[in-house]
């Protein structure tokens, strides 16, 4: 059972390029959320989607861009690449928010992005 | 707008010794979750509990337990006879499910992290 499987694990990108972060879930969650992680702090919420064809822009959207075309892939595309998006990229999925499953979300080994 | 915090950054003990880790969060919503999650060195996020906010019992699973006092808006954490394994960065976080959060699918709001290390 692969869960969250999150590509690549690491990567250094120069100022200006571009990028997608592969994110794929086998549970077929509803549910997929994308975070980063800087040093020293928590997780912010980049994008998510509640379904395929739906996303919705989280806390800290813009240099971002996702596509949900499948209930199972929900890549993250950075278009110019700049020294503030060095950080770690969590990918999650998750069933159901108001079930009785509620919200229980599962997470990939995370991308360690450098922007340089 | 929710917020939480975490404001213990680092715990050192010995191993054996009981820990406890801090959470205290702020809502205006009367519904919503409380979870605390584990980041191990290997750097994946590990779900540990949930507990929603018209359930104030406490929990006891092995050795760990959560104390949820809404009175004081915080759900803390205690390890008991903690290992060398239970060395990670552990996370509190809160979502929102009421009339504040428009609908709730807005994902997790996480606190900084409380780096816990266990000295053998």
């Given at each position: 059972n692969a869960g969250v499987t999150q590509t690549p694990k690491f990567r250094i990108l120069k100022i200006g390029q571009s990028m997608t972060l592969q994110c794929a879930q086998?549970?077929?969650?509803?549910y997929m959320y994308w975070y980063r992680q800087d040093p020293g702090m928590g997780l912010k919420l980049i994008y998510y989607s509640v379904g395929a064809g739906i996303t919705d822009k989280g806390e800290v959207p813009n240099g971002y861009n996702v596509s949900r075309s499948t209930t199972e892939d929900f890549p993250l595309r950075l278009e110019l690449a700049a020294p503030s998006q060095t950080s770690v990229y969590f990918c999650a999925s998750g069933?159901?928010?108001?079930?009785?499953?509620?919200e229980k979300l599962f997470f990939g080994s995370g991308t360690q992005l450098s922007v340089l | 707008a929710q917020k939480v915090t975490q404001a213990q950054t680092e715990i050192s003990v010995v191993e054996k010794e009981d820990v406890t880790l801090d959470c205290v969060y702020e809502t205006r919503d009367t519904t919503y979750y409380l979870f605390w999650y584990k980041q191990p060195p290997s750097g994946e996020l590990v779900f540990l509990i949930r507990r929603n906010s018209f359930d104030e019992q406490n929990e006891i699973s092995g050795r760990y337990s959560w104390n949820f006092q809404k009175s004081t808006s915080s759900f803390n954490f205690t390890i008991t006879a903690?290992?060398?394994?239970?060395s990670a960065v552990y996370f509190c976080a809160l979502r929102n499910l009421g009339?504040?959060?428009?609908?709730?699918?807005d994902g997790l709001t996480f606190g900084k992290g409380t780096h816990l290390i266990i000295q053998p």
């Open positions: 086998d549970m077929n969650h509803n069933l159901d928010v108001l079930g009785p499953l509620q | 903690s290992q060398v394994v239970d009339m504040y959060s428009g609908g709730g699918a």
